[in-house]
């Protein structure tokens, strides 16, 4: 390997014990035979991080000496998953930790399972950013994560009778040993009030006189490159009220009134928001956004940037990549700051405020991106809306010289909405300032420039570019698959593990039948592995040795969990009704994973279908085990480092042209699932590198699906015209899963599936049971099965997040790794 082994060079076992002996009796207080599990994970967590900090510090001094120009990851969700593994991996102290703690009788396994995973984050979005982050670091970019501490994570999904009920992430109820608390460092973010000319100062500054504000303290998070000896900052931030906090209205020296707006203020980082796709436009995730947006601009500004840095030159210093439009109140924030802080004029503000931002979008749907209603935005940062009316004018202008007379053009990409209520469209604020967007994958991309953003890519083509999403092979492969990771180590040697190409020179094993049944040996101890998992966690059972079958990933119409479920239920009705030998079916577990955003009714409605479904095929004996059903109860990131691994198929069924990207997809391939999915998202990009014959194809393409929606949709065609979708439909209809209720959800999904099916799970149906069928006559050649499998890892490594920074660095960015040699 040509990294440095940097903390195995320095330690040693004898060390590490001694370390970790001291944090426990002085930072835990308590002797080695008296402390619990809790204390010693902390013991152990803490030592770790003493190895690292060293690293951080010398990065952080390398900062200001370097002058390089920084990544700023401007994001409101980072789902970092469990810290004490990548931790130690990272720092090479994984062995000597576990020979060490062995030495002293601790089961290392025993204290992972203490660590609860901060939850900051809903999905795809949030865990993307926190592969970024890792892939920055062992890539040696000078970088900073931004974004919100948020007290409570993503909700713990429990189920009732089946039902989704959600409870609160007390994440932090432990402590957190992974950050470090800087209040002295705080800083102040405000809101409200009114604006009024300004004396003095440059021609168009105005004075913002805010009416309250709130403090921002920074968490401070380790981000080690992979052994690599760099050490990055996530800095998240946490509201706390000030001492005298004065808003006015509570400002009248009454002690309960005091209390409650302290309350008031420290709300905003409360909890994060679980809605991931029909955003509502509530005044706290406003208050969120421009929270952690300021106070990451003002830090940059003050502590990443030497002093006195003069601004003109912050092109060359920073990129601010917005996660989407979360973000984008950055824009109006920096322009306020360079005009009525710094004085600039307008012409000089823009001109460096467009070339610092660069937006990457995440959605196809229109119903998902982000509009602020002007009320509200005027309320709580009326200076921000001068900024963007301002903008917004400038921008018209320019579309109005571009396309003499084309009123519809203007009115279709003004930032500002007028209907049904005057508002601003963040993607738009974001399309303009940027000066490059990017969607997550080529399909992506490519239907952002020809559907969703077209006029703006029309004007501006350079602007548009794609970064295909990624993940981080140290956590989802090294880590989370030790088994594979061993042997793909055996074969090619460890640089994989941060040069992931290097897979392909695993294909000729594929035509090595000991390499296959080695490859099939991981496979079967990764399902015992998950089962034991599974069984700890309720009487969840695998069906024996059989193929396991996972769908994971929130729950969401677009994404089709209902075609799943009438697959399932197909399967079953076939098997009962006598159309299917049950010896003919291959005995597979359904896994899902999937949580529904609280107010999203129909998700939960399908939650609680599958779990009927789920409890009626698992009781059912004349099954004789051969199909289960496993829905184990809030997924999360530690349950996915589990379960991927021990899939075999891997589901993503969305219709095309929905599902951005998709980045499980990524991780299931790289673990030697097979994808049965339609061509939306990455899927496209997974099955032109592992070939169609190691893939399972099946529905309709885009344009077919944009041509069935356009002609008129008529999902009761489908219906009535194939008799075994008929049937499956009728068999959940009648109540056979529900003890004989037809109300509730079933009806309420029958009548939807039968007569909206917005997403045409329905249309797809038919082509979904035939790839089925390709499923199962493939998986009954285990041989050929797993050679398929092998060739889906060895052919995935341009999923690994590194070669998407690498092509945010050549496309966007245009910064370069830090030359450690130099
Ligand atoms: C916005 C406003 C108010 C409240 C919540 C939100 C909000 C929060 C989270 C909106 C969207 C999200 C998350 C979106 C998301 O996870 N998108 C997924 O991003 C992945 C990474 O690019 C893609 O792979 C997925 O295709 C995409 O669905």
Known sequence: ENTPPVAAREHTVESFTREFLRELNFSQGVDLDRASDNDKYLALAKTVRHYLMTRWLETLRNQYTDQAKTVAYLSAEFLLGPQLENSMLAANLDSIAAESLRGLGIDIEELRGVEIEPGLGNGGLGRLAACFIDSLATLNVPSIGYGIRYEYGIFRQTFVDGKQVEKPDDWLRLGSPWEIAHPENAVEVHFGGHTKKAHGGAEGARAWLPDWHVMAVPYNYMVPGYRNGRVNTLRLWSAKATRAFDLQIFNEGDYEEAVRA???????????????????????????????????????????????????????????????????????????????????????????????????????????????????????????????????????????????????RVRRMSIVAEHPVRAVRMAHLATVAGFKVN??????????????????????????????????????????????????????????????????????????????????????????????????????????????????????????????????????????????????????????????????????????????????????????????????????????????????????????????????????????????????????????????????????????????????????????????????????ASGAFTGGDQGGAVTSIFADLTEHDRFMALADFRSYLDAQAKVEAAYADQDAWSRSAVLNVARSGFFSSDRSIRDYLDRIWKAKPIDQNA
């Open 439 to 732: 969607g997550v994958a080529a399909l992506h991309s490519k239907l952002l420039a020809e559907k969703l953003l077209v006029d703006f890519a029309q004007m501006w083509p350079e602007k548009f570019t794609n970064v295909t999403n990624g993940i981080t092979p140290r956590r989802f492969v090294r880590l989370s698959n030790p088994g594979l990771s061993g042997l793909i180590t055996e074969a090619i040697g460890d640089g994989w593990i941060t040069d992931l190409d290097q897979l392909s020179r695993l294909e000729p094993l594929a035509d090595d039948a000991e390499f296959r049944r080695r490859f099939r040996e991981i496979k079967s101890s990764n399902k015992v592995r998950l089962a034991g998992v599974l069984a700890k966690r309720g009487d969840i059972e695998l069906a024996g040795d059989g193929m396991v079958d996972a769908m994971v990933k929130r729950l969401h119409e677009y994404k089709r969990q209902s075609l799943k479920l009438l697959h399932i239920v197909s399967v079953y009705e076939g098997i009962c009704s006598g159309r299917i030998p049950l010896d003919s079916v291959t005995p597979r577990t359904f896994v899902f994973g999937a949580k529904a955003a609280p107010g999203y009714v129909r998700a939960k409605e399908t939650i609680e279908l599958i779990n009927a479904v789920g409890r009626t095929i698992n009781a059912d004996a004349s099954l004789k085990g051969r199909l289960k059903v496993a829905f184990p109860a809030n997924y999360n990131v530690t349950l996915a480092e589990v379960l991927i691994p021990a899939a075999d198929l891997s589901e993503q069924i969305s219709l095309a042209g929905k599902e951005a990207s998709g980045t499980g997809n990524m991780k299931f391939a790289l673990n030697g699932a097979l994808t049965i999915g339609t061509d939306d998202g990455a899927n496209v990009e997974i099955r032109k590198l592992v070939g169609d014959e190691n893939f399972f194809l099946f529905g309709m393409d885009e344009p077919a699906a944009a041509a069935l929606q356009a002609s008129g949709y008529h999902p009761d065609e489908f219906y009535e015209s194939d008799a075994d979708l008929k049937a499956a439909l009728d068999m959940i």
């Open 262 to 408: 302290q309350t008031f203020a420290e709300n905003i980082s409360k909890v994060i928001y679980p809605e991931d796709s029909t955003p509502q436009g509530k005044e706290l995730r406003l208050q969120q956004q421009y929270f952690f947006v300021a106070a990451s601009l003002r830090d940059f500004l003050t502590n990443v940037l030497p002093p006195d840095y003069p601004l003109e030159n912050l092109p060359n210093r920073v990129t601010w990549q917005l996660n989407d439009t979360h973000p984008v109140i950055a824009v109006p924030e920096l322009m306020r700051i360079l005009i009525d802080e710094r004085g600039w004029d307008w012409d000089k503000a823009w001109g460096i405020t467009q070339q610092v931002f660069a937006y990457t979008c995440h959605t196809l749907l229109p119903e998902a991106l982000e509009v602020w209603p002007t009320d509200l935005l005027g309320k709580l940062l009326p200076r921000h809306l001068e900024i963007i009316y301002q903008i917004n004018d400038e921008f018209v202008d320019q579309v109005r010289a571009a396309y003499p007379g084309d009123e519809l």
